[in-house]
């Protein structure tokens, strides 16, 4: 890759985040619904089409670029339903909502089994349907792509942005694993954008408007874990002065993602069994039983697996809780979401501390497509806002990214690998017999890797010939 090409201008920044307009198509029999949503979405902005028909909407979204449909479910002739199926069968991303009159809630229902994105009753909030529609494209079940100059394109979800096959992945399982309820498991190393995709799967699902609550498994003390994710009853611990509630029953309805799940501790591992198995748990010091309504999503850096090997994990939890897996790559392994991502952190910390950076140079752009980032993309991140904040030029140039750091730990292993043979006894040592033992040594390596070539030899060694012939005399080799 040409690293010059990296370096994106102001312009150029503007192109990949430019809107697209926004294609609406509406079926429904009745003409005064259809004309009351014309006029309804053309104000909010939209691009609208009409259908009276499932078939003539089929028809339209052969002809048309169509980027969110809402259709009645009851039709003359093919029905709203079937019209989903075949939706989702043609364009599985495409965001289909239902209308629906209050005595055929239950079709809805069934329909949002088969990918509806969401249903509104008859008749319905203006306000309701504003956001549904909003949150239906916000969340759009493609990620949204913009092509950039290069015509190469930059995938968005959520708060998240790439460009790499390995993502792109990533970003086209996350609406449909949205959809569903069971459990996830996302794995990866650290910065990766675990929790980025757990917020996301949760902003995308029927849940959305409910609480997501977070818990970190491993920074909670393990005697406070237990009644934080349970909640404890009045005087059940001394020190227990009232009731309460604990995080399950807080995201009832919602999700809650447990984070480091790893890290969680033997006893509270069969707990959580129970809530996975049962989703019913019953608070410290209780004795009733407490049903919820949650979708548990966790993550860990750590092997999963390995741990059940080695016992220090509930195989069974572990499998209730891998229902399905999202791995997220390491940064070092999509190399291409690095320049993608510089550009993105340069603009948001350019704007955050009121700079005007117009990029980053070929060179420091090269360093960082060298550096193995072993804290992925949040250690590039923290390196770009550093970089901001120092850069008194409108470039980000290679002495202002201080990747210190990793020359410090490049230095250290450097240093280790010569050091620990070269320690100096507490006895001390004869300089001259050793380094003299230890050119023979070298030398006599050199000419055995080549195979005698003495030319080469001297060059694996950095000397010249002559040198060399010199000390080959000198230990009579
Ligand atoms: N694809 C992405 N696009 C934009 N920002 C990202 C992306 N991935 C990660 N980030 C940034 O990196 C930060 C770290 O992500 P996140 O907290 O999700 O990582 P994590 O995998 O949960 O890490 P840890 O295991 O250390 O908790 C995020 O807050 C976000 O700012
Ligand atoms: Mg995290």
Redesign the pocket.
């Known amino acids: 890759m040409d690293i010059a090409e990296l370096v994106f201008d102001e312009k150029e920044l503007k192109e990949v985040t430019k809107d697209v307009s926004v294609s609406i198509l509406v079926v429904d029999d009745d003409s005064s619904l259809r004309e009351f949503l014309e006029i309804f979405f053309k104000r909010e902005g939209y691009k609208v089409f009409l259908a009276e028909s499932a078939e003539e909407a089929i028809q339209v979204m052969a002809e048309e670029s169509i980027d969110l449909v809402l259709s009645d479910v009851r039709l003359p002739g093919m029905d709203g339903v079937s019209l989903l199926k075949h939706i989702k069968a043609q364009y599985p991303s495409l965001p289909v909502i239902l209308i629906t009159a209050f005595a055929s809630m239950e079709t809805a229902v069934s329909a949002m089994k088969e990918g509806a994105w969401d249903y509104i009753t008859k008749p319905f909030n203006l306000d309701e349907l504003r956001k549904v529609v909003r949150q239906a494209l916000a969340a759009s079940s493609k990620p949204q792509s913009f092509g950039t100059s290069q015509g190469e394109k930059v995938y968005k979800l959520g ?4 460009k790499s096959p390995s ?1 792109l992945k990533v970003f086209q399982l996350i609406p449909r694993v949205a959809q569903s309820n069971s459990n996830v498991l996302i794995t ?10 757990a917020r996301a799967i949760h902003d995308l699902s029927p849940r959305r408007d409910k609480p997501f609550i977070v818990v970190n498994c491993g920074g909670i003390p393990e005697n406070l874990l237990e009644s934080e994710l349970f909640g404890h009853t009045k005087g059940a611990f001394t020190g227990a002065v009232s009731e309460k509630k604990g995080l399950f029953a807080l995201a009832h309805h919602g999700t809650i993602f447990l ?1 480091e799940i790893g890290e969680l501790p033997p006893t509270l591992q069969v707990k959580l069994l129970r809530v996975v198995q049962n989703r019913a748990f019953t608070p410290l010091g209780g004795t009733k039983e407490i049903k919820v309504d949650v979708r548990i999503i966790s ?1 860990t ?1 750590r092997d999963l697996e390995k741990e059940v090997m080695e016992g220090h994990f509930r195989e069974d939890l572990y499998y209730r809780l891998n229902v399905i897996n999202i791995h ?1 790559p390491p940064l070092r392994e999509r190399k291409e ?1 690095i320049p993608v ?1 510089v550009q ?1 952190f340069l603009d948001k910390y350019s704007k955050e501390q009121g700079k005007s950076l117009q990029g980053i140079s070929s060179y420091a752009m090269k360093a960082l497509m060298e550096y193995p980032f072993p804290g992925n ?2 250690e590039l ?1 923290n390196i770009i806002e550093r970089s901001v904040a120092l850069s008194t030029s409108n470039l980000i140039l290679p002495e202002s990214l201080s990747l210190a750091q990793y020359k410090s730990q490049q230095n250290n292993k450097h240093q280790k690998q010569q050091e620990d043979p070269f320690k100096l006894p507490p006895e001390g040592i004869d300089l001259d017999a050793f380094l003299d033992s230890i050119e023979r040594k070298l030398l006599k390596q050199a000419l055995e890797r080549t195979g005698g070539v003495k030319t080469e030899a001297a060059k694996l060694l950095g000397i010249n010939f002559r040198s060399f012939r010199y000390r080959l005399a000198k230990h009579r080799l």
């Open positions: 708060s998240m942005i790439a993502m990866g190393e650290s910065g990766t954008g675990k929790e980025l995709v984070d993550a850096n997220m979401d991502l993105y993309v949040r991140e």
